[in-house]
């Protein structure tokens, strides 16, 4: 059955090329959405360049037809602007008529009154806008096309159970997968712990590369002076230290290890052992208060209050490496490097081109080749942003995506545990063979942090 989708202005922000999604159905556009995005459009960050890829692609479209008459798309649906229907007398006494959001309903309101044969819906990713519909007698929905369907999201790690000679056998040239009883198939790079049918106590941690069930490569290995200290983080430094892989992404709570293992990696893969040209940071900027266009000073100084977690991770890493070797010598192979302080030992690498922290809003037409490039936070990406920062892959390069991907660490309010453009990715991206995911669950941190991330 036809239904008419009116888009709040938080989808579009949301997806800029949402109105394709809605298969055969109508679009409509309120005029007021059209609005909001012209105030919008020239504001730093994602809200910003969203709203203007949403303007060039309804550009796009209106070389094909005249959008307030309606465009037929491929689908057979229609993509069109509404001017009418704006009229305020269907809100209730008391609500401020002025706010935008009033004026949508109102749209809504007197659009589902006058086509009565069919269904009229209301598509937001505000939450108060819901509330509002439905107390208006409106249907509201939230935007699901780019929702992970999955309840469970994927880990990286399947727990099995196989006999002690076919365990024997991962490091006897590998395990045949087939030989496994699995509920699911395995992913390419997708971890196994398997215990022994035969002796409880005899555990083995194997990956899959495709075929077979293989060891660890860098189970015994570190990085800048960090071993990894739990099974997970394991995991996650074998996918971090095996070139091959191209794309890693690594979730878990705070304190589980995400970013100081990651840094640590980019750290040993490009000053210690050259083999990549540089690493590149890079955060969204969401935050509560003001964003970074808002603070004073170049690129590099409005930035630094976002980079606080790759700052720490450095300071902790130097830190090891200072307990663990000479004075002379905490600084690496390369020398010639001025008594620690974070900052200084960023700056001089940024100083030659070796460490880079970027923000979204630079990216668009980048192309980052022969770099370990880390995104942090990536939680607070929508899909559409995800997708922009891998396309900018060159060739040579590692990215690697970390973050929070629950509710409670997510300050955008465009996306949440199942759209964000972290979890977004790592369903997308899980099945090929130079890629691989793993969740961290095990807080490291300190036992304060542990007990804050399971009981509050």
């Avoid at 300071?315 to 974070?342: C, H, I, W």
């Amino acid at each position: 059955m036809i239904k008419n989708y009116i888009l709040d202005t938080s989808v579009i922000i949301h997806d800029p090329y949402c109105f394709y999604n809605f298969e055969d159905n109508n679009v409509i556009i309120p005029i007021v959405a059209i609005e909001e995005l012209d105030d919008v459009k020239k504001r730093e960050g994602m809200v910003g360049y969203h709203a203007r890829i949403a303007a060039r692609e309804l550009n796009n479209l209106r070389e094909k037809g005249n959008l307030a008459e309606g465009i037929r798309t491929g689908n057979g649906g229609i993509i069109r602007i509404e001017l009418d229907h704006m009229d305020m007398a269907c809100i209730p006494a008391g609500i401020d008529t002025n706010k935008n959001d009033t004026r949508i309903l109102a749209m809504a309101r007197n659009l589902k009154d006058a086509i009565k044969d069919i269904p009229t819906i209301l598509v937001t990713k505000d939450v108060y806008m819901a509330i509002k519909a439905d107390s208006f007698g409106i249907e509201a929905q939230d935007y699901t096309n780019d929702k992970i369907k999955s309840d469970e999201l994927y880990t990286g790690i399947c727990y099995a159970y196989a006999s002690s000679d076919r365990m024997n056998l991962i490091f006897k040239g590998g395990l045949p997968a087939e030989e496994l009883e699995l509920e699911e198939p395995l992913m390419p790079n997708q971890f196994l712990h398997l215990t022994s049918v035969d002796d409880d106590n005899h555990k083995v941690i194997g990956r899959y590369d495709g075929k077979n069930i293989v060891p660890l490569k860098y189970a015994k290995s570190s990085a800048w002076g960090l071993t990894p200290i739990n099974m997970e983080q394991k995991m996650a430094f074998e996918l971090l230290m095996d070139k091959d892989i191209s794309f890693v992404t690594i979730t878990g709570g705070a304190g589980s290890g995400k970013t100081i293992l990651a840094t640590a990696v980019a750290l040993e893969k490009v000053i210690e052992q050259g083999e990549y040209g540089k690493i590149v940071f890079v955060r969204p900027t969401v935050a509560a208060g003001n964003d970074i266009g808002f603070l004073p000073g170049t690129e590099e100084e409005k930035l630094r209050p976002w980079m606080g977690s790759f700052y720490d991770a450095i300071e902790n890493l130097m830190n090891f490496r200072a307990s663990a070797k000479d004075e002379s010598q905490k600084y690496g192979r390369r020398g010639e490097k001025p008594e620690f302080t974070v900052d200084h030992f960023i700056e001089t690498f940024r100083a030659r081109g070796v460490i880079e922290t970027k923000t979204f809003t630079y990216m668009r037409g980048r192309t980052l080749s022969n770099a370990m490039v880390i995104v942090d936070e990536a939680q607070e990406l929508t899909p559409h942003l995800a997708k922009l920062m891998l396309t900018r892959a060159g060739f040579g390069s590692k990215f690697v995506f970390i973050g929070d991907p629950t509710d409670n660490q997510i300050d955008n309010v465009l996306v949440d545990a199942k759209s964000n453009g972290l979890v977004y990715t790592v369903e997308k991206m899980k099945q090929f063979d130079i890629t691989g995911h793993v969740t961290l669950r095990q807080v490291e941190r300190s036992p304060l942090a542990g007990i804050a991330e399971r009981n509050m």
